[in-house]
């Protein structure tokens, strides 16, 4: 029966991305304006939104809330995104709210998948009685399908160039669409660092009478220690104390430090976190397929750093590693190939080039990028040959590493965890 659910909810994908506000609107109000009846934190933001997501969501459960969590995409699963205490939407839940919501909207509106998984996980987070819910924006904000919500605090983590021809071709452009998630009176969050993106986030909040706090004004961070499991990091500012995050990467500390400003902000609209649940939800807060080590010897980092400003963000990382033997890489054909190739290809000895499940770049283009840095390229369109040719290759104290397509990552993740 869920076979039958997934090949309904992913043949929504052939009415494309429309983006706009008023069939979203059309189906809530038809099931009876879900989004309402619970709290909620809006996260937008070019990268981070998924891992400040978790981060927030497994503290409010340490603080003893129950707590929907819906992101965007899946790894491996669908089920992974719609998620209370952590537990997946099951696929009996989610054949029976699929079936529920189309003989409801029946001939009335017809929903793209974004719009139909939306309505979806807000019904979800309603039947199970959520406390409150962390909403991951699909794209952009202003038009996106979660921007029905009014949320109690919402997060901009960063702005950088990415779905340019739905968004706009510059960071003003794309800062301008992620700015419309600020509701009047609300609370913002963000990350960004661009003086003048910061003064266009000010302006907006000025005029909506909300509030804009700037993490890294309102809670320094200075990294004092990590390894292959964790690091640990020490704040000052409005949350002060030493706390361990599993996620590595200088940019899951601020991604950390973000959902901190926000959990320690909704003690404003009632919501009670306790230092201590900060301090446990972070040292919980797993999430795949981000710098995740899935072996140590050798040395296999999975990481879905599916755009520029997440590459740069990885080969931050991966810089301070020895022996960078071997990379295996695969992009979605509307991603910025060449920026990404530029930055972490010439990190690496050779590279094997394949393909994700869901809009894959040919191998072959990938292949004439990847030579204009190194000699040694290869293409093998699947990723269980390519990862168990690049098994074969790599000696025990050398570094692999799989990154890319989201969708890709997710295969290779399932394929690895399989085989290691």
Same mark, same amino acid.
């Given at each position: 029966?869920?076979?039958?659910? !997934?090949? @309904?909810? $992913?043949? !929504?994908?052939?009415?494309?991305?429309?983006?706009?506000?008023?069939?979203?609107?059309?189906? &809530?109000?038809? !099931?009876?304006?879900?989004?309402?009846?619970?709290?909620?934190?809006?996260?937008?933001?070019?990268?981070?939104?998924?891992? *400040?997501?978790?981060?927030?969501?497994?503290?409010?459960?340490?603080?003893? $809330?129950?707590?929907?969590?819906?992101?965007?995409?899946?790894?491996?699963?669908?089920?992974?995104?719609?998620?209370?205490?952590?537990?997946?939407?099951?696929?009996? +839940?989610?054949?029976?709210?699929?079936?529920?919501?189309?003989?409801?909207?029946? %001939?009335?509106? #017809?929903?793209?998948?974004?719009?139909?998984?939306?309505?979806?996980?807000?019904?979800?987070?309603?039947?199970?009685?959520?406390?409150?819910?962390?909403?991951?924006?699909?794209?952009?904000?202003?038009?996106?399908?979660?921007?029905?919500?009014?949320?109690?605090?919402?997060?901009?983590? =960063?702005?950088?160039?990415?779905?340019? #021809?739905?968004?706009?071709?510059?960071?003003?452009?794309?800062?301008?669409?992620?700015?419309?998630?600020?509701?009047?009176?609300?609370?913002?969050?963000?990350?960004?660092?661009?003086?003048?993106?910061?003064? @266009?986030?000010?302006?907006?909040?000025?005029?909506? %009478?909300?509030? !804009?706090?700037? /993490? #890294?004004?309102?809670?320094?961070?200075?990294?004092?220690?990590?390894?292959?499991?964790?690091?640990?990091? +020490?704040?000052?500012?409005? &949350?002060?104390?030493?706390?361990?995050?599993?996620?590595?990467?200088?940019?899951?500390?601020?991604?950390?430090?973000?959902?901190?400003?926000?959990?320690?902000?909704?003690?404003?609209?009632?919501?009670? /976190?306790?230092?201590?649940?900060?301090?446990?939800?972070?040292?919980?807060?797993?999430?795949?397929?981000?710098?995740?080590?899935?072996?140590? +010897?050798?040395?296999?980092?999975?990481?879905?750093?599916? =755009?520029?400003?997440?590459?740069?963000?990885?080969?931050? @990382?991966?810089?301070?590693?020895?022996?960078?033997?071997?990379? /295996?890489?695969?992009?979605?054909?509307?991603?910025?190939?060449?920026?990404?190739?530029?930055?972490?290809?010439?990190?690496?000895?050779?590279?094997?080039?394949? #393909?994700?499940?869901?809009?894959? *770049?040919? *191998?072959?283009?990938?292949?004439?990028?990847?030579?204009? $840095?190194?000699?040694?390229?290869?293409?093998?369109?699947?990723?269980?040959?390519?990862?168990?040719?690049?098994?074969?290759?790599?000696?025990?104290?050398?570094?692999?590493?799989?990154?890319?397509?989201? @969708?890709?990552?997710?295969?290779?993740?399932?394929?690895?965890?399989?085989?290691?």
């Amino acid at each position: 029966m869920i076979h039958k659910t !997934l090949g @309904y909810l $992913y043949g !929504l994908r052939r009415f494309g991305m429309k983006l706009g506000l008023e069939a979203t609107q059309k189906v &809530v109000e038809i !099931l009876g304006n879900p989004q309402k009846e619970f709290k909620s934190i809006h996260i937008a933001g070019t990268n981070g939104k998924s891992s *400040t997501a978790v981060m927030i969501a497994r503290v409010l459960q340490e603080a003893g $809330y129950k707590v929907g969590l819906y992101t965007s995409p899946h790894l491996v699963k669908f089920n992974e995104r719609i998620q209370v205490n952590g537990e997946k939407i099951t696929d009996e +839940e989610l054949v029976q709210l699929t079936d529920l919501i189309k003989d409801k909207l029946a %001939d009335k509106v #017809q929903p793209t998948f974004f719009e139909f998984t939306t309505a979806l996980a807000f019904l979800h987070f309603v039947h199970k009685k959520v406390d409150i819910a962390v909403v991951e924006v699909g794209l952009g904000g202003r038009l996106d399908a979660t921007n029905v919500l009014n949320p109690l605090v919402g997060v901009i983590t =960063n702005i950088g160039l990415e779905h340019e #021809q739905h968004l706009g071709d510059t960071l003003e452009k794309i800062a301008k669409e992620k700015a419309e998630i600020i509701k009047q009176g609300s609370v913002i969050v963000t990350a960004e660092k661009e003086k003048n993106i910061l003064d @266009y986030f000010a302006k907006i909040c000025k005029e909506r %009478d909300a509030e !804009l706090f700037v /993490v #890294q004004e309102k809670l320094p961070f200075k990294k004092v220690a990590e390894n292959f499991d964790h690091q640990e990091f +020490e704040v000052s500012g409005l &949350v002060e104390g030493k706390f361990s995050l599993p996620l590595l990467g200088d940019h899951q500390l601020e991604n950390a430090c973000t959902a901190m400003l926000a959990l320690h902000l909704l003690d404003k609209k009632g919501v009670s /976190v306790p230092k201590e649940a900060i301090q446990k939800g972070l040292k919980g807060a797993k999430f795949s397929g981000r710098l995740e080590v899935v072996s140590k +010897e050798p040395l296999i980092i999975v990481d879905g750093a599916h =755009n520029a400003a997440g590459m740069m963000a990885l080969c931050n @990382y991966i810089k301070k590693l020895p022996k960078r033997k071997l990379l /295996v890489l695969g992009i979605s054909k509307d991603k910025n190939i060449t920026e990404m190739m530029k930055l972490v290809v010439p990190l690496f000895e050779e590279v094997i080039v394949t #393909q994700g499940n869901f809009k894959p *770049t040919d *191998t072959s283009v990938l292949a004439t990028e990847g030579r204009k $840095y190194i000699k040694i390229v290869h293409e093998l369109p699947k990723i269980e040959d390519a990862l168990l040719a690049a098994h074969e290759s790599v000696e025990k104290d050398e570094l692999l590493l799989v990154t890319g397509s989201i @969708y890709m990552v997710g295969d290779a993740l399932a394929a690895l965890k399989k085989n290691i």
